[in-house]
């Protein structure tokens, strides 16, 4: 550690927040108020040697896998569920219920896709330091698989191993998909068992029935006003198409006459998928439950229904109502909430657990097996609920492998399919999450530890051709806090790359005539490629930019180099005075040492107070700065742990967990 003293110092956060005094007009620069930091409690945390206040980890992923044309998603992966708020819905047993929503947050951290290239897909990605696995999901025309990896050494090393397999028929392959009323859908695997997370729903259902001609699934959600959802099986998206203002547990799809059959209780409607109209209604008779339960179409048009007290047969009479048969001998130990006909005609089936059990039943006995689950004890279980679940078939024979560009990825799994250029994507932090680099700008005396000087929020995009290989960066950023009256800048350096692998840069803000750009966007004077994406943190506030940057030869990631890179800010103007995160490197045109009038707190240009403090952090995370001249210790009340177990405890400490913030104390 520094030798402490008791001074000043200047926190630059990486979130890009620049802050100093509180003033967003330009046209006088008021000097900031240099703080005696040894007044602030922050200043006498006792900071291990060696602790660089990162919040992030760089993980290299390594896939291999010999079959052309598969897919891979992968994904930060944490088991936690977050709060969405309370919901008022009609239980599977007709029961109005009120209750609290937890949701999966693991499919909105997308951080790279891919097709493995001669065999191998690696990318060197970044994720917070808290998270310890990573979610992989293999698409092989549409059939999907799926793995829970553990990081280990900052790797992880996955093979995929193709699993022998019987088939329900020569020509096809079955996929159960499933979904249940925590808005999940996912499909299992009916030869091994084995489930893979597909996709958030708009709302929870009990319902879901598959139109195998369209590749689309319909599913009605479980509260009013009960909208009846589309899905894309292909393009892995959602519509509503309607409000059919009713809800219940059974659902099927009939391909005979292209509507959907929905019951609820002791009726039957007919639904136009097309948009959610009601063409027919009927009673059933003879059922000794209404509740749970689904429906579902055998192969000879033949119409079954479960409840919860079995299996029942369908057919309509002279009066134009069903009468119901009862195939089940005894009630069922089990509550049945799904059912379905796979290619070779068994009927699979659901229980209502918190767990399901994934079960087969006989149609003319009503005799049944667990297959999956619980139950079954075949070290199988699902540790969620099966509300629902349709037949998916892939025919082999019917593939189109279409690849309208030409770069040997075929268009469903190629992100740009009308460029050959590009292909794919990583992301940092993730595809729908934003990290924030947040700046102190005294440096190298010190501030107020408000972190708001200059905040930025960044989502950086790599876009990858087929031999995954990047071919450009996509810097989306938004200016959130621009505390300090000084007129400050923000601009990367690419360590691994120098000027003239850059082809073109755009998207660059310049106003105030300091930076001096090459005819590709680049700095001049640089040893490595630096691009200065604007000079006046003023005029950013609130608006959201993208920089682009375009290489003239594809570059491996692992040259490149992982997002942000190394990110600074530069102070009120003077080009050579840089702040850059903890033993950041400055760029050719940046000076190490300053003289100031006062004492300065980083003699030895590491970007470190003597008692080790930062002017900047890089957070993987959407970070909501401190207000004005509040202390960042006194807005998240676990930094100092953080900080001082140097990074051990509380890694999460910026998080809106229960206990983990002053809300009062903070801007945005």
Known sequence: MKNIKTSLLVVSIFFIAFTSCTKDTISEVTE???VDVSELEIDKLNIPDGFDFSTTQTVTVTINDNKSNVKYDVYAYSDEKYFEGMQTYESESGETVTDSIFKSDVLNKLIFTGVPYNGKLSQTVTLPNYYNQIYIRRNDNLKYSSAIETISNKKVEY???????????????DLLYCVNGSAELFQVDPITGAYTYLSDMPMGSYTCAIDQANKTMYSIGRSSPYPLMK???????WETVANVQKGGPRLDYNYRDGLLYFSSGATLYTYDPTNGNTLNTWSINGLDNTGGGDLAFAEDGTLFMCTFSGLYKLELDENNEYESTRISADNLPFKPTSMTFDSNQELWLASNDSSSDLIIMDTETGGWQYNYGPNANNNVEYGRTI???TTFRIYSETTEDTDSDGDGIIDRDDEYPDDAEKAFEVFTPSKYGWGTIAFEDLWPATGDYDFNDVALNYKVIAVLNSQNLAVQIDFIYNVKANGGSYINGFGLEMEGLSPSEIESVTGTVLTQGYINEDANGTEVGQENAVVILFDNAHTMKGNETTLSIKFKSPITTEKLGTAPFNPFMIINKIREKE???????TTSLGLKSFEIDGINRDEDGDYLTDNGLPWAINIVHDFKVPKEKITITDAYNYFSQWATSGGYEYADWYKDSAGYRNEQNIDN
């Open 32 to 34: 900031p108020e240099v």
């Open 159 to 173: 093979t995929h191993n193709e699993v022998a397999s019987k088939s329900y028929g020569t020509k096809v392959d």
């Open 579 to 585: 702040v850059h995160l903890p033993n950041g490197h």
């Open 387 to 389: 509300n629902d679940l």
């Open 231 to 237: 899905y894309s099986i292909e393009d892995n998206s």
